[in-house]
């Protein structure tokens, strides 16, 4: 946090278009002063003012819900500030140099579903599964993810593609985590490529992105897996500002500068990213 804070200090306030990201300080007034958390001291006081054996309880649980609070805001306010140290230092040099300023996106920010890739992917299908949805995720290593939707939503059905070159072990640990749900859940073991074959268009609510993170890679996953959404879905991705690989984000405003309009990139946290089909 402090090297993010430190960093965003030299950035300008704004970006060098209208990407929808708040600029350095506005990211910090924003979480650093929450409405959420700027009320516990009148709950901490109150629980202090009761009578009996409750006194003690109240006040502690009040200072446990200003702790999670505080946790999330600043959750928060390290993914805003990585975004724009990102976007300001990536794309204000290199691609906004070579892409018009009419297609490049806008950034939109949501802070709910903290703090990792599944509990965001929980908030995104919650209100999609009042009825049976299917998800399909590229990249699925060990299942963790898909476990753990899959135990969350009982009318999700999912697919997992990931060829699992040279990961034996690999292979059946998420073998092994999906098998309770085999009725709901399959496991193809292709390239991305050769499993998007086996699929007619629009057939998934949701795409989840998390294969091989190099640039040419997400530009062909971008390619080959954007159709099978059905519309009104998403097409969703993981390791959007996350430094260890920058070819995320500059695949992603590459593919989207080719469809002529911009459009707007959501993210959350953990590095998820989604697009609004």
Request: hydrophobic share 45%.
């Amino acid at each position: 946090m402090a090297k993010l804070l430190q960093s965003a200090a030299a950035l300008p306030d704004k970006a060098p278009w209208p990407s929808g990201l708040r600029g350095p300080a506005a990211a910090i007034a924003r979480w650093a002063f929450d409405q959420r958390h700027l009320d516990f001291s009148k709950s901490v006081q109150d629980a202090l003012e009761m009578d009996g054996f409750e006194a003690p309880v109240a006040a502690t649980s009040a200072l446990h819900d200003l702790a999670l609070r505080v946790a999330a805001a600043g959750c928060a306010l390290q993914a805003e500030l990585l975004a724009s140290t990102t976007v300001y230092n990536m794309l204000g040099t290199s691609l906004v140099q070579r892409l018009p300023q009419h297609v490049l996106p806008r950034f939109e920010f949501h802070g709910d579903g903290c703090c990792r890739r599944y509990h965001v992917l929980a908030d995104l299908l919650g209100p999609r599964l009042h009825q049976p949805a299917r998800l399909l995720e590229v990249g699925v290593n060990n299942a963790i993810t898909s476990e753990y939707l899959l135990n969350r939503f009982a009318n999700l059905q999912f697919d997992g593609v990931d060829p699992y070159f040279g990961v034996e072990d690999i292979y059946a640990e998420a073998s092994a985590r999906l098998q309770p749900f085999s009725d709901r859940a399959r496991l193809w073991r292709r390239t991305s490529a050769a499993a998007a074959a086996e699929f007619p268009p629009a057939t998934f609510d949701v795409v989840f992105i998390d294969g091989d993170h190099s640039h040419d890679a997400v530009v062909e996953d971008l390619r080959l897996w954007r159709g099978h959404v059905r519309p009104g879905g998403l097409l969703a991705g993981h390791d959007l500002f996350n430094l260890a690989f920058e070819g995320v984000l500059e695949a992603l405003v590459e593919s989207l500068a080719t469809r002529g309009a911009p459009e707007t990139i959501h993210f959350g946290f953990d590095f998820v990213w989604w697009l609004q089909l």
